[in-house]
């Protein structure tokens, strides 16, 4: 069996001790023993990742802060503004390490309202909610702001 053909096998048995091979192979410039369509794939899945978490956690801060704005419950404020900051730290490390993925985040983020409104229209049809964001749309008000402090 070829190096190449034990990488594919520990590649789709243990991908952690496939990876933990491949940094030793990458560390000793050894890159003919490396499975590189492997290595590519795990390299884009890893973009993808980031993107996938940069677009649940935008609707779920979005989510929230629709309710806090929206939803008239004073009892639940505190729990929503929780999430917010919650999701806020993450959504800023992840921006911090990947600033390409402020692109994305524009990209994504009419998807992502219309996601967020979906699911509050459902959850709380009473609720008088605007099509459209009417506050600052920059991503860092988005990471910072208390838009519920200038509503009204």
């Known amino acids: 069996m070829t ?21 030793i192979k990458l560390k000793q410039r050894r890159f003919d023993d490396i499975d590189i ?12 990742r980031d993107r996938r978490e940069l677009k649940n956690r935008l609707i779920v801060l979005l989510n929230h802060l629709i309710k806090r704005l929206y939803v008239d419950l004073p009892d639940d404020y505190r729990g929503w503004e929780l ?18 993925l402020r692109s ?3 990209e994504i983020f009419s998807v992502a309202w219309e996601t967020a409104l979906s ?3 459902e959850e709380y049809p009473q609720a008088q909610l605007p099509d459209q964001w009417l506050f600052i749309n920059e991503i ?3 990471l910072s702001d208390k838009f519920w402090d200038k509503n009204g």
């Open 3 to 23: 190096q190449i053909q034990i990488q594919k096998t520990l590649y789709a048995n243990d991908l952690v001790a496939w990876l933990d091979d491949t940094a």
């Open 37 to 48: 369509n492997s290595l590519v794939e795990e390299i884009e899945g890893l973009a993808g």
């Open 83 to 100: 999430t917010i900051r919650e999701q806020r730290r993450p959504l800023s490390d992840l921006l911090e390490q990947s600033p390409s």
């Open 104 to 106: 994305y985040w524009i």
């Open 119 to 121: 699911d509050i229209r």
């Open 140 to 142: 860092d008000a988005f």
